[in-house]
């Protein structure tokens, strides 16, 4: 069987409007702040040129997020994604791998 995850570490914020979606795991870190609208997801549609994306499945790698983390309003972070510790994602960003 498969396993997804959320891991939250403690004094974390996440703000209206937020978004996690796992398919593996999602790891945020302790003293993080996500404003509002963040979107934050493990998976993709795969997509292939005259195909378009229904029924080719997702890739999926795990996201990590590090401790003292400030999210800015409506940022996307997109699988495989790993956030260093003590760093700011600014708002409207798309973050991804």
Do not use: M
Request: with cysteine.
């Amino acid at each position: 069987s498969h396993t997804s995850e959320i891991v939250v570490g403690d004094d974390v914020n996440i703000n209206l409007g937020c978004v996690l979606v796992a398919v593996e795991r999602i790891a945020i870190g302790r003293n993080t702040s996500i404003a509002e609208y963040v979107s934050i997801r493990d998976q993709s549609h795969k997509f292939q040129p005259g195909v378009g994306v229904r029924g080719l499945g997702f890739d999926v790698a795990p996201v990590e997020i590090g401790e003292n983390v400030w999210i800015g309003r409506g940022a996307f972070i997109g699988q495989g994604t790993v956030i260093g510790a003590n760093s700011i994602v600014g708002a409207n960003s798309v973050v991804h791998g």
